[in-house]
Structure formats: C-alpha cells, structure tokens
C-alpha cells in the first residue's frame, strides 16, 4: 500500500499536481472542520479516493495500522485526569473525532501513493514550490517512498527471524528491544549503503523530470481541491 501500483484507475490517470491539490485541500479542511457532519462528509470523500485508485478502505486501513495504534491511545490518554472525575469523556471524545480525522488524511494520502509514481510525485512538488525549497522536498519524498517499504521489509524479516528462533517466548519489551536495535542498525547500513549508490549514480540535484499535463480529468480534482480549501474560510459556518 505504500508503494506505487500500475493501474488504470481514474487516479492513476490524473495528473499527479491535481492529487497534491486535493490532498491539501483534504488536509485543510480535516484540521479545520471538526463537526460531525463535516466528518461525516470527509469520510465519504475519502472513500470515494480511495475507489478512484482501486484501494480497498480495510486494506487502507491495515496499510496504517502502525498509525492507527498511537491514534487509538491518544483519546484514552486525552480522558485521564490527575483528579475528580478521573476520567474526562468529552475531551476523549474530542480527540478521538480528532484522531479519526487524522487517519482519514492517512487514507487519502495511501490512495495518493499507490496510484502516483516517485518521479512523478517528485515532479509534481518541484513544479509547485519553486527553488531550492522545491528540489529539496521533492528529493525527500522521492528518497522516503524508496525507503520506506525497504525498512519496513527488513524489520518483517528481523520479526521472522525471530518467530523461527523461537523469539516469541520473550518477553514483549525484550522483543521490542531487539527489534528496534537490529532495525536501526538495518537502517544505518540502508543510509549508507544509499549514500554509496547515489555517489556512484552521480546524484543530480536538479535531474530532467517526466512531463507533466493537465487534462479533462483533473477539472473536477482541481475544483474539489478548490471547494475544500475554500472552506476552510468559512469555519464560522457550522457544518
């Protein structure tokens, strides 16, 4: 899920600035409207996202589970008080709407990844933020979507490694231990070992990007990217 996929999705064929738009707009109005209908109206736009890219919501999902642990323990530790009531439901409530709505941006940027190229992705962020800013977001994104699911295959072959040495008998702190020292050390050998082969490639920090065109399709993707930006000027209006 956090790797581009080949298809021929209605996303796949937007033209990847007009995906950036509507994630940013999504974003924008994610943080800004925190009513239920607004949320309620946010989860079927995410939904539909995610159809537009051929992504299943419970594969979605599943893709973010690392996510999804911390956004399940910030309401419970937004209701704990240090005194009377000792437990506070209204701000559990609050944060929990506010975590949702964070794994709903979560969702819209999984649909996003799968069906947007790394150079293209790359492309799209250094056309729309002009100089060295640009080229320096675009080459870190470009780098973390390539590292991202190498680091995440080697931590998957530490915790195999350790189910066939009967390492699940451990105790769970001493597991998470070992696999945060071994998965950093896979981490640092990764850099390095990129580090190396950007050398040997002769790194360009300003390389010839794919083209880029707008067509037909990205009309409705720019004017929701529009209508949700624009929103988020009318926060007094309840929703």
Same mark, same amino acid.
């Not at 990847?16 to 940013?24: C, E, I």
């Not at 100089?131 to 931590?155: M, N, S």
């Not at 066939?164 to 981490?187: D, F, P, Q, V």
């Given at each position: 899920?956090?790797?581009?996929?080949?298809?021929?999705?209605?996303?796949? &064929?937007?033209?990847? &600035?007009?995906? =950036?738009?509507?994630?940013?707009?999504?974003?924008?109005?994610?943080?800004?409207?925190?009513?239920? +209908?607004?949320?309620?109206?946010?989860?079927?736009?995410?939904?539909? $996202? /995610?159809?537009?890219?051929?992504?299943?919501?419970?594969?979605?999902?599943?893709?973010?589970? !690392?996510? /999804?642990?911390?956004?399940?323990?910030?309401?419970? /530790?937004?209701?704990?008080?240090?005194?009377?009531?000792?437990?506070?439901?209204?701000?559990?409530?609050?944060?929990?709407?506010?975590? !949702?709505?964070?794994?709903?941006?979560?969702?819209?940027?999984?649909?996003?990844?799968?069906?947007?190229?790394?150079?293209?992705?790359?492309?799209? @962020?250094?056309?729309?933020?002009?100089? &060295?800013?640009?080229?320096?977001?675009? @080459?870190?994104?470009?780098? %973390?979507? &390539?590292?991202?699911?190498?680091?995440?295959?080697?931590?998957?072959?530490?915790?195999?490694? $350790?189910?066939? +040495?009967?390492?699940?008998?451990?105790?769970?702190?001493?597991?998470?231990? $070992?696999?945060?020292?071994?998965? =950093?050390?896979?981490?640092?050998? +990764?850099?390095?070992?990129?580090?190396?082969?950007?050398?040997?490639?002769?790194?360009?920090?300003?390389?010839?990007?794919?083209?880029?065109?707008?067509?037909?399709?990205?009309?409705?993707?720019?004017? %929701?990217?529009?209508?949700?930006?624009?929103?988020?000027?009318?926060?007094?209006?309840?929703?």
């Amino acid at each position: 899920m956090l790797t581009y996929v080949p298809d021929d999705t209605l996303a796949h &064929r937007l033209d990847p &600035r007009s995906k =950036l738009a509507v994630q940013l707009g999504f974003a924008a109005a994610a943080l800004t409207h925190t009513g239920p +209908r607004a949320t309620l109206v946010l989860t079927g736009l995410a939904i539909g $996202m /995610l159809a537009a890219a051929g992504v299943s919501p419970i594969r979605a999902v599943i893709a973010a589970r !690392y996510a /999804l642990v911390i956004l399940s323990l910030a309401p419970l /530790l937004a209701a704990v008080t240090l005194g009377p009531p000792w437990i506070d439901i209204d701000a559990g409530l609050t944060t929990a709407l506010a975590s !949702y709505r964070v794994l709903l941006v979560l969702l819209v940027s999984t649909a996003a990844v799968r069906s947007t190229r790394v150079r293209d992705s790359r492309a799209a @962020i250094q056309r729309t933020i002009p100089g &060295r800013p640009g080229h320096l977001l675009g @080459i870190g994104v470009a780098l %973390l979507f &390539r590292f991202l699911p190498v680091l995440r295959a080697d931590i998957q072959t530490i915790r195999d490694a $350790m189910a066939a +040495r009967l390492g699940t008998r451990r105790r769970a702190h001493e597991r998470a231990e $070992m696999i945060a020292l071994l998965g =950093l050390s896979r981490a640092f050998d +990764r850099a390095d070992r990129l580090s190396l082969a950007l050398r040997a490639r002769c790194f360009a920090w300003d390389p010839t990007l794919p083209p880029l065109s707008f067509s037909r399709l990205d009309v409705p993707a720019l004017l %929701l990217a529009t209508t949700l930006l624009c929103s988020t000027l009318l926060t007094t209006i309840p929703l």
